[in-house]
């Protein structure tokens, strides 16, 4: 379990942030009038904060990104984030730099544009200006092509049924939902409902407790839009939330020896946690 006690603040700046719909990140820095400073964005090392290493890199994913702070307003310096400029999928870190470098902490976070957003055709990039458990300033970026985004999510009490959308690809002949069992070679699927971009399934939880839950599991959902396909990891993206683990909690139900009980991982996507009944039904 989580704790929520947080550490004392870094030393360093504090920056303002404005996100707009399509990417791009406005900062507005207080405490960085030097001259020559730069806003740096630093890739983190990636393991999600629920250990299961989602945010991984390639020799090609740049781990810096460095932008200007120009005068703005009454003197205060302001960095641009522009949606064309190319942010791999993770969590970055955010830094005054050139000369010296401090932590950035988070100020006033303006995010209401990302609320209920729409992307345009082809892949899907999002970013979540987000304050750190140790009070500092971090950029969440997730970059999926095609990605299917989890909608109306319902906890029945031997089922979840989950309706969305799917961007940069349509539902063909023979599309299915498959459950995974994280570790292991299990997996479930199910018949999908929909058409171009929406989709809809119900899974229930009896096959995948066919096996005794003696410890807890985690079930991850992907949607396979058509027969043979390449299975797309199915999640929530496209909103103002940047870690969904206590935002979206759903009640769970159990029989026979076991409590399921849907929600996301720490990289927000979809899964359906499995535990024994005796287990204390915590949060993911």
């Known amino acids: ?11 360093g700046c504090t920056a303002d942030c404005i996100a707009d719909s399509a990417g791009g990140i406005t900062f507005d820095v207080t405490g960085a009038a030097r001259p020559g400073a730069v806003l740096v964005l630093r890739r983190r090392d990636g393991r999600d904060a629920t250990g299961t290493g989602t945010d991984t890199a390639t020799p090609a994913d740049a781990a810096e990104v460095r932008l200007p702070l120009t005068g703005a307003g009454k003197s205060r310096p302001r960095a641009v984030l522009p949606s064309t400029v190319e942010l791999a999928e993770g969590h970055w870190d955010v830094f005054t730099g050139a000369p010296g470098e401090q932590p950035v902490r988070p100020g006033v976070r303006d995010v209401r544009a990302l609320v209920d957003r729409v992307p345009g055709a082809g892949g899907v990039a999002a970013r979540i200006p987000y304050p750190t458990a140790d009070g500092r ?3 969440r970026s997730w970059v999926r092509a095609p990605h299917a985004e989890a909608g109306t999510v319902r906890s029945e009490p031997d089922a979840t049924t989950v309706e969305g959308m799917l ?6 002949e023979g599309a299915e939902a498959e459950a995974r069992l994280r ?10 409902t929909g058409r171009g971009g929406s989709f809809a399934f119900t899974l229930p939880y009896g096959p ?16 396979v839009p058509a027969r043979n396909a390449t299975g797309i990891r199915i999640s929530r993206i496209l909103d ?24 996301y991982t ?7 946690r499995l535990d024994p009944a005796s287990m204390s039904a915590a949060t993911p």
């Not at 961007?167 to 063909?172: H, I, K, S, V």
């Not at 969904?244 to 769970?252: N, S």
Request: charged share 25%; aromatic share 10%; net charge positive.
């Open 240 to 263: 103002d939330i940047w870690d969904k683990r206590t935002a979206c909690v759903y009640p769970g139900h159990g029989s026979d020896g076991w409590l399921a009980a849907p929600g």
């Open 137 to 139: 300033l971090a950029v």
């Open 183 to 192: 570790g292991t070679g299990r997996s479930h699927r199910v018949a999908v």
């Open 266 to 272: 720490g990289d927000n996507d979809f899964c359906v």
């Open 1 to 11: 379990m989580r704790s929520n006690r947080r550490r004392a603040s870094p030393a």
């Open 208 to 223: 995948l407790a066919a096996r005794p839950v003696v410890e807890r599991q985690w079930w991850d959902l992907w949607l």
């Open 167 to 172: 961007y940069g690809a349509e539902l063909g």
